[in-house]
Each structure stands twice: as C-alpha cells, then as structure tokens.
C-alpha cells in the first residue's frame, strides 16, 4: 500500500509540474504573438511614415531647385497638412519662419545668419522636423559613406517625420507605446542652387555653344560683397559635334571661364546637357578635360539630362498655349495665361504705316534721314526713312522721352544715340501695368520703360555711342552690331510688361556683335536665338554687368575681363524641375 501511494504521488507530481510547464509556454507563446501583433502594426506605421517623409520631400524638389527655399518649406508642409490627420492645423508660413529656425536665414540666403534651420512641429502622435540645409555629416551612411553626386548642403532639404503608435498587447511586458522616425532627403536638381543663368545658350545639337578666347576672362556671379551664384546653361547635346569639338570651349593662354562662388553654402554651377547626369570629368563633346585640367574652365561642368530650352521666355513676353518646334525641339505651351504681349505689340504696329495716333512722323516734321548737329525730340516718333536713320559724326539725336519706330533701321559711324533719357513721365499708368495692362500701351512710355522698335534693318553703329536707357529693344528682321566707338549704355525697361528685357532679335544671322570694355553699362536680358554666334568682344575690364544673355551661340573674345551677374530678382529663370531623392 505504501508502495502504491509513493508511486501515485509521483505521477501527481509528474501531473503538476507539466501543468506548471504548459502555464508558463503558453505565457510566453502569448508574449510571443503580441510581440509579433505589435511589430507587424509598427512595421506598417514605419511603412507610412517612410512615404509620408518620401513624398513630402519630393513636394519640396521644384521649389528647392529654383533657390526658393521658403516655397520648398511651405511646400512639403502643405503636403503634410493635406495627408496627415490633424496636421491641417499648423501655418506652413509660421512653421518655416520659426524664431531661430527660419529656413530663410541661414548660411543658403541673406543675412546667412544660422548654419541650419531646423522647425519643428508636433500634432497629436505625429512630429515633423524639416533641417536645411543638409550637410553631407548628418545623411552619412555608416557604410556608404556621404554618398557621390548628392550636392552642396544648400541644394539638399531633409523632412523627419515621427509618430508614437500605442501598442495592442505590450502592456503585457510594460511596453504602452512604440515610436517610429523615418526620413527623406531631397537633393535639388544639379545646378539649381540658382535658376537665372548669365549665360543661357540654345543650340540643341551643335558646337560650340559658348566659346571663350584671346586670353578673355569671363566670369558669372559675384563673390562679393554679395553672393549671387553664376550659372552657365549649355543646351547642345553634342550630336552634331565633328572631330576634337566641344559644346563649350575655353582655350587660349590667359583666358578663363568661371562660374562663382567656387566654395561656400551657394556655388556657381555650368550646366552642360552633353554631359551625362552624375559624370565628375569632362568627355568630348560635352567638354574638354584639358580646359578644366589648365584651370581654364571652372568648376567641373555637371551633366543636367534635360534642356532649359527658350520655353521660359516665350512664357514671360509671349505667353501661348501652342509654339512651332524650335530646332525640332518642342516648345511645351505656356502654364500662365497671360497675354502674348510680344505679338500684341507687333499687331498694334503692323508693318508699315503709322503705328498709332500719337506717333510724330520724322519726315513730316521737318527732320532729315540725315541729320547734323544736335537733335532733341519728345514724344513719341514714327522714323520714316526709307533707306534707314544715319548718324555721322559731329552729330547727336536724343528721343528724350517716349517710343520709337524706325523703318528701315539705324546706322552711326560716329556721334551720339540717345533712347528715353530725360522723360517727364516718371512711371507707367496702372492701366500699363502687369496684370492689368492686355495689350501693351504703344502710346504710353515713362522714366522706367520705352521701346524701340525696328520694322526691317538692322542697329548699325561702327562708331559713336549708343544709349538706351530703361528701353527694350525689338528686331523684326534684324540684327545689333556695336562695333566700334564709345561702349554702350544699354538697361531694359524696369516696369511694363517688357520689365527685364533689353533686346529681342530673332533673326539667324553671325552678325550680332557688342563691343564693350570699360564704361559699358549692359542691363537685362539680350535674347537672340538665331545668334550664331552672339559676340561680345573688347579688351579692357568691363566691370559687373547686370545682363543675361539668351542666344543661340555665344562667343567671347578681345582679351577683356568681363563679368555678368543678372539680377535674380527680375532675369528669365530656368524652368522649374523636381527634385532627387538621395536618402
């Protein structure tokens, strides 16, 4: 009996520790499940907030690559406002132009007061952080690397986006709530620390684009006392390039090529689209490696995989929903809807006759096709002259107030031309004025905008000096050649639906020439797409010119030291393009 009751004692045992046993797997096996619930909740929310980063980034590229850094900001933000619950409630604005961390005050823009800007946000479970600019340091792969080809800190903007997602089972183990942080970075488009080039040119598929020699020195940008990075845009692909050629070339003993600031926050940038996305050395014929080796070329040329192509022009003074090819390449129509000034303008003034009430006729007046000594007229003056306006030495013309149309062009082999010096209106009527204005006021001209316009013939000027002053210029047929005498004095208009632009010349010609040096004033954007090439030659320094030049091809020489240096605020900017996600 005894026997028996040890031997069912130890199955009871046996019973009770297997009963213990199966309470603490089954325990854990439950752990184990929640665990694996509460992983695979996390893992989605990881997954969202990874597409939330990615595509809040991606809403920033345009803007960021067109040095608008405030609009990047307020963009991704207003991405998140839209896809995000509850994130409607904060300010884009406010968010970006946090005390401390304004995305507008940093080391990228004036008064380059903060190494990094970096506005936080937290709404409900989600917190936001966007960090601009980005130094290579905080996206460093443990081991990648910093990366290759991914830019300058101010070409990059980071989006943080985290959220805490309360946990099913965790308290099971103490844990109430998990945090997931994921991130993206987005890289502007290569170049697009700035979107106004100095030098914009528009071959599709030939050589050279832009040629530098003689010893010239050019540069694009300034360095100081302000920063305002140089940008070089090269269109040609190179297909239609023979032998040793280059869609850009910088050759000579002395000459120099460069786009500035050449270090810093903001660098100069050449755009070459010969040259393949991401390359860091020159191949023909995108460019040569020796004009970069000989510190003829600087910096290295970066690849842009796409053309600027003459769309943002056509867009600003000629907006249409449709254009012709342009060297068989498409012309995209124009997203504004604003009137096609520049066709307006050629309606109203049609091609012979008078172009409108209020225009004096040269010949009616008394005035000669020649004239001698010194002629002072206001208003506005239809020239008449069947063979052309000539002016000789000895002799000044000054249209001291108002517009200008010429028939059969200008010619001066010595005296003075003078355009809307000294007029009485000092600014444009309302009614003038963008966006008010439909057609432009052919009868209206002011101290700050004029036109001169030419039915046929060119702007002739081997000697004598040559002032437009805040007056565009328009070529029907054809070309501007200053070839000798005093160096221009040539500013656009500054107000008017032609604001920023100094010439519009559309004729396919190799005679387009301006020759500078010292005391030249260039102002504006000189846009001449048949230009083949557009020469600026003169020896002597230049000084800082405020002007763009938009040209099929352009050439300098003459040994001259010449810097271009358009204002941001006002040039033809290249279009809009997103931007690349880097991390």
Not at 105 to 131: D, E, F, I, N, R
Not at 432 to 440: D, H, L, M, R
Request: with cysteine.
């Amino acid at each position: 009996m005894t026997s028996r009751r040890s031997r069912f004692t130890g199955e009871d045992g046996e019973r009770g520790a297997f009963i213990v046993l199966f309470a603490v797997s089954l325990t854990m096996i439950m752990v184990m499940i929640a665990t694996v619930v509460d992983l695979g909740f996390l893992r989605s929310s990881v997954r969202i907030d990874q597409n939330v980063a990615d595509t809040a980034a991606l809403a920033a590229g345009a803007d960021l690559s067109a040095g608008a850094y405030l609009n990047a900001c307020t963009s991704a933000v207003s991405y998140l406002d839209s896809n995000i619950p509850g994130f409607a409630s904060i300010n884009p604005t406010s968010f970006c132009t946090q005390a401390g961390n304004d995305v507008t005050k940093t080391m990228c823009s004036p008064p380059y007061t903060a190494t990094q800007a970096a506005p936080t946000a937290t709404v409900g479970k989600w917190t936001v952080s966007l960090h601009f600019p980005v130094p290579a340091s905080e996206i460093s792969d443990p081991v990648y690397g910093a990366g290759v080809n991914d830019g300058n800190a101010c070409e990059r903007m980071r989006i943080v986006v985290s959220s805490t997602e309360p946990t099913f089972f965790g308290r099971i183990v103490g844990q109430s709530s998990y945090s997931a942080t994921r991130s993206a970075t987005i890289r502007s488009s290569p170049g697009r620390s700035t979107v106004t080039p100095a030098l914009w040119l528009l071959d599709p598929t030939g050589c050279v684009g832009l040629t530098v020699s003689g010893g010239s020195q050019l540069t694009v940008g300034t360095s100081t006392p302000t920063v305002n990075p140089g940008v070089i845009s090269i269109d040609s692909d190179g297909s239609t390039c023979a032998g040793q050629q280059a869609t850009i070339s910088s050759s000579g003993s002395g000459t120099l090529l460069q786009a500035v600031p050449l270090t810093g926050g903001q660098r100069g940038a050449i755009r070459v689209r010969a040259l393949s996305s991401g390359a860091v050395s020159c191949l023909i014929p995108a460019c040569d490696p020796s004009d970069v080796a000989a510190g003829r070329l600087n910096p290295q040329p970066i690849g842009t995989g796409r053309r600027a192509t003459r769309a943002p022009v056509d867009w600003r003074y000629n907006c249409k929903s449709t254009y012709p090819t342009y060297h068989s390449i498409a012309i995209a129509g124009c997203p504004s809807g604003v009137p096609p000034y520049l066709d307006l303008l050629r309606t109203q003034i049609t091609n012979s006759g008078s172009p409108g009430p209020s225009y004096q006729q040269w010949s009616a007046a008394g005035q000669s096709c020649n004239p001698a000594g010194t002629v002072t007229v206001t208003g506005n003056w239809w020239i008449d002259c069947p063979g052309g306006l000539s002016i000789g030495n000895g002799t000044t013309v000054t249209f001291a107030g108002g517009n200008v149309v010429a028939d059969a062009g200008i010619s001066m082999t010595g005296g003075a031309l003078n355009v809307n010096t000294a007029n009485p209106t000092s600014t444009l009527p309302s009614s003038c004025i963008p966006p008010t204005v439909t057609t432009p006021c052919v009868d209206q001209s002011s101290a700050g905008a004029a036109f001169l316009y030419v039915r046929s013939g060119d702007l002739n000027f081997t000697g004598g000096a040559f002032t437009a002053n805040k007056s565009m210029t328009y070529l029907a047929t054809g070309v501007i050649k200053v070839a000798g005498g005093a160096p221009p004095t040539w500013v656009a208009p500054v107000e008017g639906p032609f604001d920023a632009l100094a010439l519009w010349a559309e004729a396919s010609s190799n005679k387009f020439q301006v020759n500078g040096g010292a005391g030249a004033v260039l102002s504006g954007t000189f846009f001449t797409p048949e230009a083949k090439p557009f020469s600026l030659g003169g020896g002597g320094t230049w000084g800082q010119q405020s002007a763009q030049f938009i040209s099929y091809q352009l050439a300098v020489s003459g040994g001259g030291s010449l810097t271009l240096s358009p204002n941001p605020l006002d040039a033809i900017r290249l279009p809009a393009l997103g931007g690349t996600l880097i991390r």
